[in-house]
């Protein structure tokens, strides 16, 4: 069973940081793009931040210059550093992940999902 479990989240003060992290677990073979959604009550789920095993990223414009997300291949790990924080960045975030996992000798392809942390930016 392949597990993605989010952490990092909590209440901060318009301007400051948060640092997100994920970790997937499992009889993972291979973790090909990783990325971080956002979904705000009463809005779709998008895309804030994504990661290609080979390090390239891509991030929504509303975040471009303020969020930074980077991964460790070996430990399975993305991250999300989260500056400058203003109230509209208010969302449960989600890790998400495209991987290949192996069961019964056999490997399937998985895009799996954390089940989110939540991030309040409010004075």
């Known amino acids: 069973q392949v597990q993605l479990v989010e952490s990092g989240g909590g209440l901060v003060q318009p301007g400051g940081s948060l640092r997100l992290s994920c970790v997937a677990s499992?009889?993972?073979?291979?973790?090909?793009?990783m990325g971080w959604y956002r979904q705000a009550p009463g809005k779709q789920r998008e895309l804030v931040a994504g990661i290609t095993r080979a390090l390239s990223t891509n991030y929504a414009d509303s975040v471009k210059g303020r969020f930074t997300i980077s991964r460790d291949n070996a430990k399975n790990t993305v991250w999300l550093q989260m500056n400058s924080l203003k109230p509209e960045d208010t969302a449960v975030y989600y890790c998400?992940?495209?991987?290949?996992?192996?069961?019964?000798?056999?490997?399937?392809?998985?895009?799996?999902w954390g089940q989110g942390t939540q991030v309040t930016v409010s004075s």
């Open positions: 998400n992940a495209d991987l290949i996992y192996l069961r019964d000798t056999r490997f399937f392809n998985l895009e799996g």
């Open positions: 499992g009889n993972i073979f291979r973790i090909n793009a």
